[in-house]
């Protein structure tokens, strides 16, 4: 079975008895047993979908699950009320007090907020590395390293990491691999299949797809998966029902929402990257992107998320350039059906690598619109800064 195929009925089979097409939202907290022997089999036999406890598991839960596992090729896949829980889960079922991690510098700001706040406070010694660093990354390796966390392509910038070199290297030494995935989906990179360990998504993003819920996914190797089980559980970490329900039924047309999302980003890039006032085009398909070539080897597509640089403007400039356009929402967050911009700084928050470019770094999220109207609206914009440059003298 092809993937698209694969991606509408996974996940339905909790719901054929009733005939019911989506897997309808199961709200759960006490589960009637039907005497003290079943509750005894159903805690013991956890290889049995009998459900026991909201928290430990609904069918709803289980749907998205079940699809994300198989998507990924992983032994399991857990839910997690965000994406940032999914990521907080997903490190600490591989760390342990006195271990040192390895996280890229171009993590996702909150997990860096994470790593240098909790996971330092409570005795894991955090250190950061340059994203290109590939095979080299085992210079950082110290003896008690245990963790290495990617995230490919970076937040920001969009540098592309060779997985494989990291994952070999990890390997070897017996290091655990945590991947942040969630620009790429399971459509566009599946992680596990390069030597990592563990994949995390923000389903928030592009799963849910629709600006509506917050929810993120684990998935694991056999190998990790008992640990990962206990952490998330432990921790008491389960998602609600209603976002459950939002991402199994996202994934009924995420192949199509993707596809879309990389032919109108591709077109707004290359429209951008033409453009004499843009100095450059942070967009992992596009040959000059730093790791384009680990992109190549190893993607098999792109999504909507990239970013362009302007020259340097006051923030005046840059919001009569940003909060005029018609089309571009301003807000967090991606996946959506609508597009979005925001300015970012991505000298902010890194130490293992300098940014060094001078420019006014712009964010875009290429939603589901027309893109003749999204760069018509762009050049207006791009137009309005240029005209407040020149009024200022910037
Ligand atoms: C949004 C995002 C997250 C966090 O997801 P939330 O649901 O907002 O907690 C984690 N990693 C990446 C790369 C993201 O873009």
Not at 85 to 92: F, I, M, S, T
Not at 97 to 107: C, E, K, M, N
Not at 343 to 348: A, G, H, I, N, T
Not at 368 to 390: Q, S
Request: glycine share 10%.
């Amino acid at each position: 079975m092809k993937r698209e195929t694969k991606l509408i009925h996974l996940g339905r089979a909790a719901a054929k008895k009733h005939g019911i097409v989506n897997v309808p939202v199961y709200r759960a907290s006490t589960v009637l047993f039907d005497g003290v022997a079943d509750m005894d089999l159903s805690n013991r036999d956890k290889s049995t979908r009998r459900m026991t406890y909201g928290r430990r598991g609904t069918p709803t839960l289980w749907a998205v699950q079940d699809a994300f596992a198989e998507l990924h090729g992983a032994a399991g896949a857990v839910t997690c009320p965000s994406g940032i829980a999914a990521v907080g889960v997903a490190c600490l079922s591989v760390l342990r007090s006195g271990d040192h991690a390895l996280f890229a510098d171009t993590v996702y700001g909150p997990t860096r907020i994470l790593a240098k706040g909790i996971f330092s406070r409570m005795g894991i010694d955090v250190s950061y590395y340059d994203p290109m660093i590939g095979a080299g990354i085992e210079a950082l390796i110290r003896p008690n390293t245990k963790a290495i966390i990617l995230e490919s392509p970076g937040s920001q910038t969009f540098e592309v990491q060779d997985v494989p070199a990291i994952t070999a290297i990890a390997r070897a030494r017996n290091i655990s691999t945590v991947i942040d995935n969630t620009w790429a989906t399971p459509l566009l990179f599946q992680p596990l299949k390069h030597g990592v360990d563990i994949v995390v998504e923000s389903a928030t993003k592009f799963i849910c797809g629709h600006s509506d819920s917050n929810l993120g996914l684990i998935a694991s190797t056999a190998e990790k998966w008992a640990d990962l089980q206990a952490c998330h559980g432990d921790l008491g970490q389960t998602a609600g029902p209603e976002d459950a329900y939002v991402a199994q039924r996202g994934l009924k047309t995420l192949s199509i929402r993707m596809e879309r999302h990389q032919a109108s980003a591709l077109k707004v890039a290359r429209w951008l990257a033409a453009r004499e006032d843009v100095s450059a085009v942070l967009h992992p398909a596009l040959p000059d992107a730093v790791g384009h070539e680990f992109w190549r080897r190893d993607f098999e597509g792109s999504s909507s998320l990239f970013g362009f640089i302007v020259p340097a403007c006051n923030r005046a400039a840059i919001g009569t350039m940003i909060d005029g356009l018609d089309h571009f929402g301003i807000g967090y967050s991606y996946g959506g059906y609508e597009s979005l911009a925001l300015p970012q700084d991505p000298r902010s928050g890194r130490t293992a690598t300098k940014w060094e470019n001078p420019g006014q770094l712009i964010r875009l999220h290429i939603g589901l619109e027309d893109t003749d109207d999204l760069i018509a609206d762009l050049d207006a914009g791009i137009a309005r800064l240029g005209a407040a440059r020149a009024a200022s003298g910037a």
